[in-house]
Structures are given as C-alpha cells and as structure tokens.
C-alpha cells in the first residue's frame, strides 16, 4: 500500500478554482494508478479523475472540461485542478491509488476502474458557497 497525503482544500467562493496536491511515499509510483474521488455529504465517494504512467488521464462525463489531473512525477505528487467551482463540488476529495501494476503485463487493466483503489488518503475538504 502507498501513504498519500492530501492537501490544498479550503473553502472557496462560486466560480473560483483550486488545487488539490497528493504527495505519495512510494518508491515505484510509476507502478500505480493514481486517483481523485470526491465523497458530498449523504452520498457515495465516486471518482472525479485518474492518471497512469505514462500519464493518460480519465475523467467522468460528468466532470469533463472542469477537473484537470496532473502529475510531477519528480516530487511523486498527484495534482487535482477545479475550475469553475458550484456548490455541488463541496466535498471530501481523497487521493487514492491503485497496484502496484505491471504495465507490461496488466495489460487488463485501467485507471478508470475505481473498484482497484486500495490506498487512500485522510481526504481534503472543498467547500463551495
């Protein structure tokens, strides 16, 4: 399992943007999946975005165009970009991971499915008003 720290939620205005960073203690994050879920009060956590090595990124309909996942492969850190944000983005947004993976092999296998997350993050919360 991979320790992921999260950090960059706070509350924000309607309309604004944030950044969201994990940072991953791992020695072979090149091996992982790496993802975004947000969890809103009363409801399921759910995937927002996912990246592999060498770095294809996923995204629900639903958030396309708004989320941006990115990484810095040097620093093992996972970056979460929200722009335009609408109160229905308030939420617990967690870092997760999946694998380690053999990308030559697992060949069955993609980011977008957020069933494979074992290792998760305390969470960072987004509060839009």
């Known amino acids: 399992h991979v320790q992921l720290v999260e950090s960059g939620g706070e509350s924000v205005q309607a309309g604004g943007s944030l950044r969201l960073s994990c940072v991953a203690s791992?020695?072979?994050?090149?091996?992982?999946?790496m993802g975004w879920f947000s969890q809103a009060p009363g409801k399921e956590r759910e995937g927002v975005a996912a990246m592999n090595n060498p770095g294809t990124p996923h995204y629900p309909r639903s958030v396309q165009g708004r989320f941006t996942i990115s990484q810095d492969h040097a620093r093992n850190t996972l970056i979460l970009e929200i722009d335009s944000l609408a109160p229905e983005d308030t939420a617990m947004y967690y870092c997760?991971?999946?694998?380690?993976?053999?990308?030559?092999?697992?060949?069955?296998?993609?980011?977008?499915?957020?069933?494979?997350?074992?290792?998760w993050g305390q969470g960072t919360q987004v509060t839009v008003s």
């Open positions: 791992t020695s072979s994050y090149s091996s992982y999946c």
């Open positions: 997760a991971a999946s694998g380690p993976w053999r990308w030559d092999t697992d060949d069955g296998v993609t980011c977008d499915q957020w069933n494979r997350y074992n290792s």
